[in-house]
């Protein structure tokens, strides 16, 4: 029987790279568990020899020349960024150490 | 048998290809009739007037020119809005996406326009496309023009509902697992998905990549295949492009049924409303009265698609979904270090909905649940393959409802996801299985609402869908599909 907990949806979020209230770990631990009883039916389904489909096109290795062709200036890349510099995109800090 | 309907969309195209009306006329009315509406309906998240009939202007140089614009010469289109459109807004209805404007165009944007279509704007959503009737959108929802205190369906409710309200008479869509059949459905419109790979994803803004397909929205069947034919075909930028020829729509429409098989999917019925049953029983009888050899079939296993599309959909989501960090487009907020700015953007970014979905697709990808979950998904996915290609070596094509009921007030599934999640039921094998599958109006059903019935065939066999779509549409019930006559919206059914 496939519960979430709390506590498991704080660790999920952090995953996911989500803030998450207080309220929204205890509403998204029922809904969640909620979802996931439903589907413990398949979970169940002796199926181990069936082989999984991935996709629904049998296409593999789809390959094109190497060749150079035009792609979008840096300028239209960057434009819609919330931050830049240099050409570059900007972030907050990346390492745990104050500036 | 009543005669085929007129076809908005073909007519128009062909007065302006001959020259005996303008483009921009065209478009001025489509604006105005627009406009009438937009306040009570909310479709569009933005609609792009001024550029709309300046590319009307266009089409009616080239008829000046002796050049012939295209198929779909001078009609107005419009798009769902996670369809990528170079320089105007495409926000999928999400706070995190607002005001971005794309560098470029999907493959069908530059499809439509080169046919001669004219885009008119940008319509509602659930957000990222992730619901069944549009309230998701963090823009506010989409009501029913033929009943405004119900959901228009979801997740392509905007495109549904200016199709169904007489805005325009083709819309494009998108279905991941039913979000073009089940609005078109609850909207009395046509709504197709094709085959996966028919049409380039290039430009659609990914929620599940292996289901996800772009199809179209229209009044009569004949203009679904035009429109179709428009954006179908191989495009090198989408890896899952299929490089086949686009079939001749019109001819295996004008083929008609007679002789073929085809199914009705027997476990369909069983929770569907008696209105929706009564619906695909008269289907039936209209299709042996055209020639067609039709028999019940069941297939059991498509029902236990739900929950596989349940953890393969969010799975694909959360991955795809991972792009939105607010570092090189879209909303940010602040923070003093960047992980923190990722979690807070996303957190302040992205509804609720979308929450959900990517904390169950991140659970069954984590460590220890991937194979109990996505792993045994994608078997069960091989089931559904296998359980239609049982069918389809007796049957050219199936018949179903598109969905368990008619339209549905707001706020009545929204408290409850899997209530919500269960309105998909019957379009989700399809997508699932990767084969084309469409809604039609056809009749009636409860509180004199539209009710559409949805004809599957298997990979590639549009012809023989569209064939039965349109015996099916010669038989609909008279007053059963769109366009609703403006003021004639019954508030309150």
Known sequence: MAEITPEQVAHVANLARLDVTEEELERFSAQLSSVLLHVETIRRLDIAEVPPTSHAVPLSNVLREDVERPSLSREEVLAMAPESEDHRFKVPRILGEAP | ?493
């Not at chain 2, 080239?62 to 010469?73: E, F, H, K, R, S």
């Not at chain 2, 979000?179 to 790979?197: D, E, H, I, M, N």
């Not at chain 2, 609720?352 to 697709?361: A, D, F, N, P, S």
């Open chain 2, 1 to 493: 048998m009543s005669p085929a309907p007129l076809s908005p969309a073909a007519a128009t195209a062909g007065r302006v290809r001959r020259g005996e009306q303008r483009a921009r006329a065209v478009v001025e009315e489509a604006l105005e009739a627009i406009a009438r509406r937009e306040g009570e309906l909310h479709c569009f998240n933005e609609v792009t007037a001024e550029a709309a009939l300046g590319e009307a202007d266009r089409v009616d140089a080239l008829v000046a020119a002796g050049t012939d614009p295209g198929p779909l010469a001078g009609v107005p289109i419009a798009l769902k809005d996670n369809l990528c459109t170079r320089g105007v807004a495409t926000t999928c209805s999400s706070r995190i996406l607002e005001g971005w404007l794309p560098p470029y165009d999907a493959t069908v944007v530059s499809r439509v326009r080169a046919a001669g279509a004219v885009i008119v704007g940008k319509t509602n959503l659930d957000e990222f496309a992730m619901g069944s009737s549009t309230e998701n959108s963090a823009f506010g929802p989409t009501r029913n023009p033929w009943d405004t205190t119900r959901v228009p369906g979801g997740s392509s409710g905007g495109s549904a509902a200016v199709v169904a309200a007489g805005g325009v008479p083709i819309s494009l869509g998108s279905d991941t697992g039913g979000s073009v059949r089940q609005p078109a459905s609850l909207c009395g419109v046509v709504g197709v998905k094709p085959t996966y790979g028919r049409v380039s994803r290039y430009g659609l803004v990914a929620f599940a990549s292996s289901l996800d397909q772009i199809g179209p929205f229209a009044t009569t069947v004949a203009d679904a295949a035009l429109l179709l034919e428009a954006i179908s075909g191989h495009d090198p930028a989408d890896s899952t492009s299929l490089d086949l020829p686009v079939p001749d729509l019109g001819r295996a429409i004008d083929a008609g049924v007679a002789g073929m098989r085809v199914g009705i999917v027997s476990d369909f019925l069983e929770g569907a409303s008696p209105g929706i049953r009564h619906a695909v029983r008269e289907a039936a009888d209209a299709l042996v009265a055209a020639g067609a050899a039709v028999e019940d079939v069941s297939v059991p296993t498509l029902l236990d698609g739900l929950d596989a599309y349940y953890l393969i959909a969010p799975a694909e989501a959360s991955s795809n979904l991972s792009r939105y960090d607010g570092v090189r487009y879209g909303l940010r907020v602040g923070a003093p270090d960047v992980a923190q700015m990722n979690a807070r953007t996303r957190a302040k970014g992205f509804g609720e909905e979308v929450k959900r979905r990517i904390m169950l697709g991140t659970y069954v990808l984590s460590a220890g649940y991937y194979d109990a979950y996505y792993g045994q998904a994608q078997r069960v996915r091989t089931l559904v393959v296998r359980a239609f290609e049982a069918a389809y070596e007796r049957f050219d094509a199936l018949l179903a409802p598109t969905t368990p009921g008619v339209a549905f007030r707001f706020g009545e599934k929204t408290a409850d996801p899997l209530a919500m999640y269960l309105s998909d039921l019957y379009t989700i094998p399809s997508n699932l299985a990767g084969h084309p599958a469409m809604s039609v109006p056809f009749a009636l059903g409860e509180d004199d609402l539209p009710v559409g019935v949805q004809v599957l065939a298997p990979a590639l066999g549009e012809e023989a869908m569209f064939a039965v779509a349109a015996a099916l549409e010669s038989a609909a019930a008279p007053g059963s599909r769109g366009p609703v006559p403006a003021g004639a919206a019954v508030v309150g059914r």
